[in-house]
C-alpha cells in the first residue's frame, strides 16, 4: 500500500487500532480520527513505534457532532491531495437512550449519520484518487427493518435493537451508495469483523460489556477483513457487498431493499443538510 492515503474513524483502540496498524504495516499513509486529542496524539505515539512507519495523523472529531465533522474533513482536505481509502470504523452501543451534540439519538447518529456525512464530504476527492475504496463496519446484530415511522426510536427504546437497527442502515446506505458510485472506480463495501474483545460495550452496561469481553475474538483478528479489502487486489473491483472472514456472504432480504435504502438516503440528507 506504499503510496497510498488511509483514513480511518475511532482507531485509539480495538479493531480501528488493529486496521490501523495493518495498513501502516503495508507502507501506507495513515490518517486516524479520535475525539480525545492526547489519547489521539498517544496512539500515534505507539503505531508509528509499533510498526515504524512515521507517515501517521490523527485529526481530532467528534462524531456525535455534524459540526466536528465538517471541519474534520476541511482539516483534511487542506494537509492532503489524496484519498485511497476510507474506513467508517467508529462505533457505539448505549444502554439508554440519550442524543448527540445535534439533538439526534446517539446511536443513529454515530453508527451510521457520521459515517454517511463524513464519505459524502469526501466523495470528491476519492473519485479524483481512483481507484478508490470505501469500507464501512456493520454488524452480524443488524435485524428488521428501518422503522421509518420511528427512526430515532422516541418510543420503544431497546439498546442492542437500536444497535442493529443503525448496523442494517450502513447495510443498506452501502448498497445504494455503490449503485450510485458505478462507473467511478470507487468501490464501497460493508464488514462484519464479528464480536470482538473491544470497548464498544463500555457504555451498554455491565451484562453486555461482559458479553463481549467473553464470546469476542482478538480485535486483530477481527481487523483481518477490514485489513483485506483495504488493501488486495482480489476485492478491487467488488463493490455494493457484505464481507464476513475475507469473503462476500448473502444476508437476509431486507438488506437488498433498494426501495428502503432509497428512502433512507433521502432521509439521511435531510437530516445532515
Keep these: 500500500m506504499k503510496g ?35 489519547r489521539g ?16 495523523d490523527v ?4 462524531l456525535a457532532s455534524f459540526a466536528s465533522i465538517r471541519d474534520c474533513c476541511n482539516q483534511f482536505l487542506k494537509k492532503y491531495p489524496a484519498l ?21 439519538e446517539n446511536m443513529f447518529a454515530v453508527n451510521y449519520l457520521a459515517p454517511f456525512l463524513m464519505t459524502n464530504l469526501l466523495l470528491d476527492i476519492l473519485k479524483k484518487s481512483a481507484p478508490a475504496r470505501i469500507i464501512n463496519l456493520t454488524s452480524g446484530l443488524h435485524s428488521g427493518t428501518i422503522h421509518f415511522d ?12 437500536v444497535y442493529g437497527h443503525s448496523k442494517l442502515a450502513i447495510i443498506l446506505w ?14 464501497v ?8 474483545t473491544t470497548n464498544l460495550g463500555r ?35 467488488i463493490t455494493g457487498e457484505y464481507f464476513e472472514n475475507k469473503s462476500v456472504k448473502k444476508i437476509n432480504e431486507e438488506t437488498y431493499d433498494m426501495v428502503a435504502a432509497r428512502k433512507l438516503w433521502e432521509i439521511s440528507k435531510t437530516y445532515v443538510g
Aim: hydrophobic share 40%; net charge positive.
Design 41 to 56: 496524539e498517544q496512539t500515534r505515539q505507539e503505531l508509528i513505534q509499533q510498526t515504524k512507519n512515521p507517515n501517521i
Design 174 to 187: 452501502t448498497r445504494f451508495l455503490a449503485e450510485n458510485l458505478k462507473g467511478t472506480d470507487v468501490t
Design 189 to 196: 463495501n460493508c464488514v462484519n469483523p464479528g464480536m470482538s
Design 150 to 161: 420511528d427512526i430515532e426510536f422516541k418510543k420503544g427504546f431497546s439498546g442492542m435493537k
Design 84 to 104: 485511497h481509502v476510507l474506513i467508517n470504523n467508529a462505533g457505539i452501543v448505549d444502554y439508554h437512550r440519550r442524543e448527540s451534540k445535534d439533538g439526534i
Design 203 to 237: 457504555d451498554a452496561g455491565w451484562i453486555s460489556a461482559k458479553f463481549f469481553k467473553l464470546l469476542g475474538k482478538k480485535p486483530s483478528i477481527a481487523a483481518e477483513t477490514p485489513i483485506h479489502l483495504a488493501s488486495a487486489s482480489e476485492v478491487e473491483t
Design 59 to 62: 485529526l481530532f472529531c467528534d
Design 4 to 38: 497510498k492515503i488511509v483514513l480511518i474513524t475511532g482507531a485509539t483502540s480495538g479493531i480501528g487500532k488493529e486496521t490501523a496498524k495493518g495498513v501502516a504495516m503495508q507502507g501506507a499513509t495513515v490518517v486516524f480520527t479520535a475525539r480525545d486529542a492526547q
